[in-house]
DNA sequence: GAACATGCTGGAGCGCACTCCAGCTCAAGC
DNA sequence: GCTTGAGCTGGAGTGCGCTCCAGCATGTTC
C-alpha cells in the first residue's frame, strides 16, 4: 500500500496545480507538511482528503481568508473543536441562503427565456416584459460576491 | 410622475455606485444613455429595470464578458432573439448546475458540522472522519469559480 | 455673482486568487 | 559521473471587477 509522495503527485491527485498547492501552503491553508532529506514536500492520503475538502469550500464560496482560519483551528485540534463547528456551521448557512438566491434568479431567468420564447411565436412582443415588472429590491447592499 | 434624472439618482435608485455605473456603461453593459445640454447622463425608469436584471445575472456567476454579449444582442432587438433566448437558457443551465453542486457541497457541510457535535458529545473522536470518506472526483477540471 | 453640489473624463490603484518564471538543488537511471 | 526530471525559493505578473482620484465643467441657490 502506498505511503507518502511528493508535491506532483499530490496535485495530480487532486487536480490542482503544483503552484496553488504550494502557494495553499503559503497561506497557511495545509498544515502538517513534513519535508524529507532533499528538501522536498512530502504528502500522505489525507493531504488528499484534506485539499478535496478545501475545494469543496472555496466553491461554495470560502475566502482564502476564513480558510486560513479554519485550517489554524483544526490545527488546535480538539481545543477548539466547538469553534471549528461554529465556523462551519457559519458557512453552511451562507451556503444555504445563496442556493435561495440562485434559485430565485432561476425562477427570473427561466421566465424571461419563457417571455422570449412567446415573443418569437407570436411575432410581437407580449405584455409587459418581466424584468419590468419584478420588483427587486433596490437597497441591499450586495452581501455576498457569488 | 418622474421622467428622467441624472446618474445620482440612478445609482441611489439600484444600490450601485456612480463609479460602477459609468464603468458598467464603458464596458458596454447599458445601452440608450442620452446626454443633456450640459453633457451629463440622462436615464429613465427602464434603466433601474435593466440594471436590477443586469445585477442578478451578475450575482448568478455571469461575467462582464458575457453580460456584454447579452447586452449586444438585446440592442440588436427582435432580429437577434432566437440569440437572447439561447444566451439567458444556457446560463439558466450553468445556475441549476451551481445550485444541484452547492446543495451537494451544502450535505458534506452539514454532515461534518453533525460529526463535529457528536465529537463534543462523545468527548471523542467518532469513527471515520465524513471527509476521509468522501469520494468526491478527483481530476475534474474546475469548471467555474462560483 | 459666489458658493456649493453634481457631473464629466482619463487614468491609476486595489484586492483576490492564483500563475508563472529564473536560477538553483537534488535524486535516479544509464 | 552525467544527463534528465522533479522539486525548491523569492518574487513578478495576470485577469477580473471594480474603486477612486485629479482637474475641470456645469447647474442651482442664495
Known amino acids: 500500500m502506498r505511503r ?7 496535485a495530480a491527485r487532486t487536480g490542482r496545480s503544483i503552484y496553488t498547492i504550494r502557494w495553499y501552503e503559503k497561506q497557511g491553508l495545509i498544515p502538517g507538511v513534513a519535508r524529507d ?23 461554495t464560496g470560502m475566502s482564502i481568508a476564513q480558510l486560513r482560519q479554519y485550517t489554524a483551528l483544526t490545527r488546535q485540534g480538539k481545543s477548539a473543536l466547538k469553534e471549528q463547528r461554529a465556523l462551519l456551521a457559519a458557512h453552511g ?17 427561466d421566465a424571461k427565456v419563457a417571455f422570449y420564447g ?7 412582443r407580449p405584455e409587459l416584459a418581466p424584468h419590468r415588472r419584478a420588483a427587486v429590491p433596490a437597497k441591499v447592499p450586495r452581501k455576498r460576491r457569488a
Chains 1, 2 share one sequence.
Open 4 to 10: 507518502d509522495f511528493h508535491i506532483g503527485e499530490l
Open 118 to 124: 412567446e415573443w418569437m411565436k407570436q411575432g410581437k
Open 93 to 109: 448557512e451562507r451556503v444555504r441562503e445563496t442556493i435561495a438566491d440562485w434559485t430565485e434568479a432561476l425562477a427570473l431567468i
Open 37 to 59: 532529506a532533499g528538501g522536498r514536500r512530502v504528502y500522505a492520503d489525507h493531504h488528499v482528503a484534506w485539499l478535496d475538502l478545501i475545494d469543496r469550500l472555496r466553491r
